[in-house]
Every structure is written in structure tokens, then in C-alpha cells.
């Protein structure tokens, strides 16, 4: 695991610790005014942050210690391996080597949440600036943690228990020497960096689909940020890192994270009222049932 990941992981933990507590978040629920209601989507509450919070930074935290215990392979168990136990889509990929092309998709890890980050800040600022409310900034940044928790938690995670050998070490054309002592040879399952680019791609778009639902730009959105993601996945395997089932299951783990986490704090859209009646006839009461927009 690289050293930006573990330093936003460990900042993140601390700053959601110093600003999430049980006492403000049933205030979260609701964010303002009735505008504020129907132009924000997403809502905090207590019985449900409360579990998946302290879970999911649990799932980090398990994750980032098996990390920091894992032993990568020795010469003797590189020796042992057998292609012929990978899948044909996977052998093809052993002898792919570019560890400059490798470098430069590291690169796209750090951008994504600088972009996640941003586009949280930009939403948020409307709210802050203009009517001093800092609540969907922080629903928003604590829906992004849970969900990037959980993303990068159970890649870690995955990474220790099954110690997958990563396409490298089957490389030949590579000193047995250079495959030991290259870090992390046995982390291949799955790609963290393509589960991370594939969230941030995810959970941005859905976001702003949710926020500014119909704008003619957001089908660029969806498709240039999963574009991007798609193309460091694509060099995860072409650099010698990654077989491409680690890729496609980085790509669903972190897409499926994103979504849920950003159905399970949407607002309900039905809304039920009950009006009372009353006529020379009778009385009674109504029930009402509007669907938002």
C-alpha cells in the first residue's frame, strides 16, 4: 500500500473522529429550511451512521494492520508456481512489464480524491457561504469516508488472506532476485487502484446525478470519470501488477460502494400527509400521498 494512501487513510480516521460524534449526528437529519429539504437529497441519522461508521473504519483499521503483518513471498515460493493454475484471461497477461506506465496510473489515485474531495467542497459551498449550514458538507464527507472505508478496508483485507501472487512473479524474463525483493508481490487481489478510481468515479457522478438530476452534463461525467478509471485499470494490467479478474473486481467493489452508500442515505421521495375534514355532511380525513421530483 502505497504511502498517500495509508496518510489519507489515517488523517481521514482522525479528522471524522474529531468531527462525527452521537451527540450531533439525529440534528443531521434534517438540514434547514424547506428549501434546503427539496434541493438536498441526502440525510445523516444516528441509527444508521452509528453502525456504519464505526464498521466500516473498523474494516480500515483491521485492513491497514494485516497490511503492515503481511510477509510477501520467498524465491522458493515464486519457484513453485504454475501458470497453468491461472485462467486464460490471466495467463496472457504474465509477461506484461512497464513499470513507468505502472508509475504514472499511481499517479491517478491521489488525483481521484483530490477530485472527490473538490467536488464535495464546490457542492458544499453554497450552503456554507450563503446560508451558513455546514451539514451537507459534513453528510457528504462522512457518505464519502464510509463508502471509501469499506472500499479500501476490504481490499486490504482481501489483499492479506488470499496473498494472490501478482502477474510479475510468473514473469521469467524478470531476475528471481527483482521478483523477491519488489514489494507487495503478493498483493494482486484485488486492485486497490482500480477499486479507489472506480468509487471516486462512482460516487461523484451519482452525487451530482442526484443534486443536479437532468443536466445535460452529467452523462460526460459519468462517462469521462469511468473513462479514467477504466484507463488506469487498463495499465494495472499492461504494467505487470494486476491480472485483469483483479481489475474487474476492484472495478465492482468499489462501484457497488459507492452506490450503496449514496442509496442508503437518500432521502425518502414519498411523502405522506393526513388532512383532517369536515362538512355538513360529515367528517373525516384525507390521506395525501405526494411523489417529489
Given amino acids: 500500500m502505497n504511502s498517500f494512501r495509508y496518510f489519507f487513510y489515517c488523517l481521514s480516521i482522525l479528522g471524522l473522529a474529531s468531527l462525527i460524534s452521537p451527540f450531533n449526528l439525529p440534528g443531521q437529519v434534517s438540514l434547514g429550511g ?3 429539504k427539496q434541493d438536498f437529497p441526502y440525510s445523516l441519522k444516528a441509527s444508521k451512521d452509528l453502525v456504519i461508521l464505526p464498521v466500516s473504519t473498523g474494516l480500515l483499521v483491521a485492513g491497514l494492520v494485516g497490511n503492515e503483518l503481511h510477509q510477501a513471498m520467498t524465491g522458493t515460493e515464486i519457484l513453485a508456481l504454475n501458470r ?149 485499470g487498463y495499465w494495472s494490467v499492461k504494467s505487470g501488477m494486476h491480472f485483469p479478474t483483479d481489475v474487474i473486481a476492484g472495478a465492482i467493489w468499489g462501484s457497488s460502494m459507492a452506490l450503496i452508500v449514496t442509496m442508503v442515505h437518500k432521502k425518502k421521495n414519498k411523502r405522506v400527509k393526513i388532512i383532517p375534514w369536515a362538512s355538513n355532511i360529515g367528517q373525516g380525513a384525507t390521506l395525501q400521498l405526494s411523489l417529489e421530483p
Avoid at 144 to 168: H, N, T, W
Wanted: aromatic share 12%.
Fill in 84 to 232: 497453468s493454475s491461472l485462467l486464460p484471461i490471466d495467463s496472457r497477461v504474465i509477461y506484461n512489464w512497464n513499470p513507468k506506465l505502472n508509475n504514472i496510473r499511481e499517479t491517478f489515485e491521489p488525483a481521484s480524491f483530490i477530485a472527490g474531495l473538490g467536488i464535495i467542497g464546490i457542492i458544499s459551498r453554497q450552503h456554507i457561504i450563503q446560508e451558513k449550514n455546514y451539514n451537507p458538507a459534513i453528510t457528504l464527507l462522512t457518505m464519502y469516508a464510509e463508502g471509501a472505508f469499506l472500499s479500501e478496508g476490504m481490499v486490504l483485507l482481501s489483499k492479506v488472506s488470499i496473498s494472490r501472487p501478482r502477474p510479475f512473479t510468473y514473469n521469467s524474463n524478470l531476475s528471481l532476485d527483482y521478483r523477491v525483493r519488489s514489494s507487495a508481490n503478493n498483493e494482486s487481489f484485488f486492485s486497490g487502484n482500480a477499486t479507489v478510481l472506480f468509487y471516486n468515479a462512482t460516487f461523484i457522478s451519482q452525487v451530482l446525478t442526484d443534486i443536479y438530476p437532468g443536466k445535460p452534463w452529467l452523462p460526460y461525467v459519468w462517462a469521462g470519470s469511468h473513462a479514467i478509471a477504466s484507463l488506469s
Fill in 34 to 36: 424547506n428549501n434546503d
